[in-house]
Each structure stands twice: as C-alpha cells, then as structure tokens.
C-alpha cells in the first residue's frame, strides 16, 4: 500500500479552516523545528469557550482534515472533559483550550524559543 505523504503547509491550513469554521479563539502556530528534542514540528494552540465549543473545533478539524487530505490524527487525548484535547497529526500536534485552563498551562510561555505566527480571526 502506498500512503501520500501529507503536505505541512496544508495540514496546518486545513487544521486552522477547521477551527475557524466554529469559530475557535486565539489561533497561534508555534513553529518547534529550531528547537532541539521536540515531538513535532508544530503546535496549533486555539480556545474554546466550553467544553461543547471545544470538542466541536476537535471535530470540525477532524472532519475537515479527513475530507480534505485523507488524513487522521495518531492519537487524540483528552476529549472525555474537553478542558484541553490534543490531536496529534505526528509532525503537527494541536491543544484545544477551554481558555481558563490555557492560561493556567501556558503553552507558549513553556516554548518561548518557538517562532509564534498568530491567526487573526474575522469574526
């Protein structure tokens, strides 16, 4: 069987239309591949209001992703309480936020050295 190998760039595109789509909050990329020793290459941080809100964006990504690129996520945690899902495309991860629990983690504190790009939203 031959697997396509997914583009990043359209990975991650396809990852922000999706959070965009029920209106995700706060969308940063964090480009890890400077840093040494890191899972993946990428972080795509977003929030959501609640925990309906959360796992809605968590499954408009994978909705869209699957759709799109014929692709679906290695491993997904943390969708039982929706504070905080990760969704882990192997060289792309995604943490999806309630936005009070984001603050406590802080994420992009922890990876200071990353190049953060963040989304401006229309709506």
């Keep these: 069987m ?4 997914i583009n990043t760039d359209d990975l991650i595109s396809m990852i922000i239309k999706g959070i965009e789509e029920v209106k995700g909050n706060d969308i940063e990329i964090l480009d890890l591949r400077e840093i ?3 899972a993946s290459d990428y972080f795509i941080i977003c929030s959501g209001n609640s925990n309906t ?29 929706a504070e ?27 990876w200071g050295d990353a190049k953060i790009t963040s989304i401006k939203t229309e709506y």
């Excluded at 990504?61 to 309480?81: A, C, Y």
């Excluded at 936020?97 to 992009?108: K, L, S, W």
């Design 84 to 110: 905080w899902v990760l969704m882990d495309y192997i060289n792309v991860v995604v943490h999806v936020f309630q936005t009070h629990i984001r603050e406590y983690y802080d994420i992009e504190g922890l």
């Design 2 to 5: 031959i697997t396509k190998k």
């Design 36 to 38: 040494d020793n890191t």
């Design 53 to 81: 809100q959360v796992n809605a964006i968590v499954g408009s990504v994978q909705k869209l992703v699957s759709k799109e690129l014929k692709d679906k996520p290695w491993h997904i945690e943390g969708s039982d309480n």
